[in-house]
Each structure stands twice: as structure tokens, then as C-alpha cells.
């Protein structure tokens, strides 16, 4: 086996593991080894649209997002970000004086 120079080098190739105990009849099962994925949960502060475009990769990689935003952020862009499967909180800002 090979060893990888970088962790990135390892995202986008999860194990994949055929179960061979279980009566599937004609077809193969396969299940993918998730603990052995290095890129599990990815954590973003974002303003913007930024926020949109890494939830669209982590949704389309299958990853996990959390996005801190700003508590002034519109509504329908934290709703888009839901529905992209992120978890969003909200970071109310304090002015120091």
C-alpha cells in the first residue's frame, strides 16, 4: 500500500467493504467505511455567498457542513443554506466601544 503525501490526496476515496454474510439473493452489498474518511465535518465562517458555494460542494461530496454567519444575513439565503443540508448558526455581533 501506498502511503499518501498530503490528507487531501485521501478525501474522495472512503473504503468500500462487500458484506458477505447476509442473504442478498443475486446481488452484492456494499457498505462505505465513513470512520475512514479524513474530511468528516467541515466548519466555515462566512457573510456571503461564499456560504452558498461551499455548501453546494460539501452537498454534492456528501460532507458535513457547520457555517457561522452573521446574524444579518437574509433569511432566504440561510433557509438556501438549510436546505443544502448545512447547519447554520448565527453570530449575533457586539460593537466594543
Not at 32 to 39: A, F, S
Not at 81 to 89: I, K, P, Q, Y
Request: charged share 20%; glycine share 8%.
Amino acid at each position: 500500500m501506498a502511503a499518501s503525501r498530503s490528507v487531501l490526496e485521501l478525501i474522495g476515496n472512503t473504503p468500500l467493504l462487500e458484506l458477505t454474510h447476509l442473504d442478498t439473493g443475486p446481488c452484492q452489498l456494499f457498505i462505505k467505511l465513513e470512520n475512514q474518511n479524513p474530511g468528516g465535518t467541515i466548519i466555515e465562517a462566512t457573510a456571503n455567498n461564499t456560504g452558498i458555494g461551499v455548501a453546494l460542494v460539501t452537498a454534492m461530496k456528501g460532507y458535513k457542513l457547520i457555517l457561522v454567519v452573521l446574524d444579518k444575513m437574509s433569511r432566504e439565503k440561510i433557509y438556501h443554506l438549510r436546505a443544502l443540508g448545512t447547519d447554520v448558526m448565527c453570530w449575533k455581533v457586539r460593537l466594543l466601544n
